[in-house]
């Protein structure tokens, strides 16, 4: 299994380590250290969510306000920008699809209210 690309590059010092060590405790103390090792990354990443969720700010410092900022600015030029220039200088703006943005859109605003939802019921807390 290749965790975060470490997969081969840790099976084969495991292999030397199975060699080296020939008691039970010792073969459990190099998996656990392994183990470790498995989850600093992790816990490195649950420590930048955490900041970032600290810090505010108007764009709120995270990839899915830029998400929800880009559907919303894509889908006001589509039905508001661009249909009123349309008409002041007779000629058609450039027309985009907005197929794909309201997709994102509706997906990140059901997931916005489910998780309201979990947090007026107390489910977010468990």
């Known amino acids: 299994m290749s965790w975060f690309g470490i997969g081969k590059e840790i099976s084969e010092p ?4 199975d060699d080296l060590f ?3 405790e010792e073969r459990a103390q190099a ?3 392994l183990e470790q090792l498995k989850q600093k990354p992790l816990l490195m990443q649950a420590m930048i969510n955490k900041e970032q969720a600290i810090k505010g700010s108007f764009f709120h410092a995270g990839w899915r ?3 929800g900022w880009v559907c919303v600015s894509g889908l006001f030029y589509a039905s508001i920008v661009a249909p009123v220039l349309d008409q002041l200088f007779l000629f058609e ?3 985009i699809d907005t197929s794909l943005l309201i997709n994102l859109l509706l997906g990140m605003l059901g ?3 489910f998780r309201t939802y979990e947090k007026k019921q107390g489910i977010a807390k468990q």
């Open 14 to 17: 495991l292999k030397a380590l």
């Open 22 to 24: 020939t008691s039970d």
């Open 31 to 33: 998996e656990f250290v």
């Open 65 to 67: 306000s830029m998400a």
């Open 93 to 95: 703006m450039p027309r």
């Open 111 to 113: 997931l916005a209210g």
